[in-house]
Nanobody, 120 residues
Framework: QVQLVESGGGLVQPGGSLRLSCAAS????????MAWYRQAPGKQREFIAE???????LYADSVKGRFIIATDIAEKKFFLQMNNLKPDDTAVYYC??????????????WGQGTQVTVSS
């Protein structure tokens, strides 16, 4: 069964940096697309960044120039480097992966979420 496990969240001061990781495991045959989303209290989940396998990376305007998505397809891992963090970046961050697995075919899977808090 495919699982996505996130790590790297925590408390950071404004202007600081954090690096989130997402590791995929299970009977994965192909990874088509990796992405990060976040959900702040009282708000809807919003798109942050995506990296289609072999495609062009895309970022939300709110994080462009500050966040970088990186992938290691061979290791089934991807990352979100977050720089110059602001209080508005406080949210639960989720990784999402479009995967073809040998037991479920093609599906979008989600991690459990990791809390990022930006505060002085």
């Amino acid at each position: 069964q495919v699982q996505l496990v996130e790590s790297g969240g925590g408390l950071v001061q404004p202007g600081g940096s954090l690096r989130l990781s997402c590791a995929a495991s299970g009977s994965i045959i192909t990874i088509y697309h990796m992405a990060w989303y976040r959900q702040a209290p009282g708000k809807q989940r919003e798109f942050i960044a995506e990296a289609p396998t072999g495609g062009t990376k895309l970022y939300a305007d709110s994080v462009k120039g500050r966040f970088i998505i990186a992938t290691d397809i061979a290791e089934k891992k991807f990352f979100l480097q977050m720089n110059n963090l602001k209080p508005d970046d406080t949210a639960v961050y989720y990784c999402s992966c479009d995967i073809f697995s040998d037991d479920r075919g093609r599906n979008v899977f989600w991690g459990q979420g990791t809390q990022v808090t930006v505060s002085s």
